[in-house]
């Protein structure tokens, strides 16, 4: 069990593996200057707060191994914040099975099941389904 701090000391307890991908929900939108609610459950009470790029946050894990990340769970979380305007924790959808990718590189090929993935060749990329 981690620890979402905000508000210089004022802790919300969260699972490492939950923590971890409102992390990334989270960095991703500050780091676009994004301010939005973010609504958690403390002590079985909803808390909601307004997150900007200059509240004190932290991200503080007790486990010792970083949980895998489930890039669609990320990106149905953003998607939701960006549509109501609040983050909130969602259901964790089933993953989706390993992506087979034509790549040059083993760094390619392990990103493949990343959301952005398909995006990071570019529109100039030549591959199987791009005209020469």
């Not at 991703?28 to 459950?41: G, I, P, T, V």
């Not at 079985?44 to 997150?51: H, I, Y």
Request: glycine share 6%.
């Amino acid at each position: 069990m981690g620890f979402f701090v905000f508000d210089d000391n004022r802790p919300i307890q969260l699972d490492d593996r939950v923590l971890a991908h409102l992390q990334v929900v989270i960095i991703d939108k500050l780091r676009r200057n994004e301010s939005f609610e973010l609504a958690l459950q403390r002590n079985g009470v909803l808390v909601s707060m307004w997150v900007n790029c200059q509240m004190p946050i932290e991200f503080v894990y007790e486990g010792n191994r970083q949980p895998r990340i489930n890039w669609r769970w990320a990106q149905v979380m953003s998607a939701e914040a960006g549509f109501s305007g609040t983050l909130r924790l969602l259901p964790e959808p089933v993953e989706a099975g390993p992506t087979r990718v034509e790549a040059s590189s083993p760094a390619v090929e392990a990103d493949a099941d990343r959301p952005d993935a398909a995006d990071a060749a570019g529109p100039d990329a030549e591959g199987p389904h791009r005209s020469a």
